[in-house]
């Protein structure tokens, strides 16, 4: 075996018995790391002399194992089902009213239960992307076929019911055949069933929250990454338009204690407490929360009409907040946070630029306070990274 530290792969004593630096902050689970990342990272750990050569090549093998090489005919055969779920339904409507309702429904059950038994063939022929396109097209057939019999037996109730129920046939679909693309759906059915009955009510639609979270659960279950952002995006939009629907669309301050609320548990998470299989999850949680909490601020500042001084003192408590969540995404490595938090701080910088020319504010003013704002945060961040030095050496 190879050691670390450079030590005999043979078996030294003193590579058995070394131990690699304590970074509680950089370590967690493989299963949740993105491969290219991981591969820098053992690089690293090679040119510092803690994997040795045929360690860190062993593993750079075993990653490219266990990492898809060529993902586009999946891409493919799932638009390929949807765009065969179309062509289904527009025949089918074309020639709806000129067959009998046997022929219908015969025709709607063979075109359901033939894509799903299309995707146990290729299941069993090893063809995972083909068969999850499969089971795809059979939940686009259920959902064509709950509008087309309600529309032949004159079924009336709400309409928002009719997509809950193709979101359950999805939800279903997803778990028992660990589709994870089936899940996506469901997501997706959820968030328009949750805004197709906001529109009708004008009020929070609570009840999203049970969907959203069964939804997660299977994501949870299949251990699918990907799934993590669909729900980490999905309960975003729904906290941000809790903004525009409590308290007579004045309910953004709410927003923003929420988003701050979670980004600090990502904060003590990744950074103090180094729960291994919770850090990946709250490092994503924490750039959402960025973005939820910067959707508040931006709705206080640019959608509400506050007083000069109430803009000001936003504005500045604006940006020195983007800039900390700079310094947090830079120092834990979070690419994702650090993107969310550039892409809010020049949002902001425009937005602040039209907002004040022509007004009391004076943007000359404004942008050198915030300019002074934004050095005196740099001199602090230099400040912080001498001292991390410091003790990296110690």
Not at 111 to 131: D, I, K
Not at 167 to 176: P, R, Y
Request: aromatic share 10%; with cysteine; charged share 10%.
């Amino acid at each position: 075996m190879t050691g670390l530290n450079g030590g005999d792969p043979t078996g030294d004593h003193n590579a058995k018995n070394a131990k690699p630096p304590h970074r509680p902050s950089r370590i967690f689970p493989v299963m949740w790391r993105h491969s290219r990342q991981l591969e820098a990272d053992v690089q690293r750990w090679q040119e510092a002399g803690w994997v040795t050569p045929d360690g860190a090549k062993a593993i750079a093998e075993e990653l490219r194992a266990q990492t898809p090489a060529f993902r586009l005919p999946a891409v493919l055969a799932i638009l390929g089902a949807v765009l065969l779920g179309f062509a289904a339904m527009s025949f089918v409507a074309a020639n709806w009213q000129e067959m009998p309702k046997i022929a219908r429904l015969g025709l709607l059950g063979a075109a359901l239960w033939g894509f799903y038994g299309l995707a146990g063939w290729l299941f069993s022929r090893n063809l995972e992307a083909f068969a999850h396109a499969a089971i795809l097209g059979g939940v686009g057939m259920f959902g064509a076929a709950i509008m087309l019999i309600a529309q032949m037996y004159h079924i009336e109730g709400r309409p928002p019911d009719a997509v809950l129920l193709w979101c359950a046939g999805a939800v279903l679909a997803g778990i028992l055949l660990r589709s994870n693309p089936s899940l996506v759906l469901a997501m997706l059915l959820a968030g328009l069933w949750s805004g197709w009955e906001t529109s009708i009510t004008e009020h929070v639609h609570w009840p999203f929250l049970i969907a959203w979270a069964l939804i997660s659960l299977g994501f949870v279950w299949h251990k699918w990454h990907p799934g993590m952002h669909v729900s980490a995006l999905a309960i975003s939009i729904f906290v941000v338009l809790l903004g525009y629907l409590l308290n007579e669309g004045h309910a953004h301050g709410l927003v923003l204690i929420i988003g701050l609320a979670v980004a600090t548990v990502g904060i003590l998470i990744t950074t103090l407490y180094a729960i291994p299989a919770l850090i990946e999850p709250a490092r994503t949680s924490f750039g959402y929360a960025i973005a939820v909490s910067y959707a508040a601020l931006f709705a206080l500042q640019f959608i509400e009409d506050p007083t000069t001084n109430t803009l000001i003192a936003t504005a500045v408590g604006t940006l020195a907040l983007l800039i900390g969540a700079i310094i947090l995404a830079l120092r834990t490595d979070n690419r994702g946070a650090l993107w969310v938090a550039y892409t809010a701080f020049s949002i902001e910088v425009m937005g602040l630029y039209f907002k004040s020319v022509g007004t009391l504010l004076g943007s000359s003013v404004f942008f050198l306070t915030a300019g002074i704002v934004v050095i005196a945060l740099a001199y602090v961040a230099y400040r912080l990274h001498l001292s991390a030095q410091v003790q990296g050496r110690a």
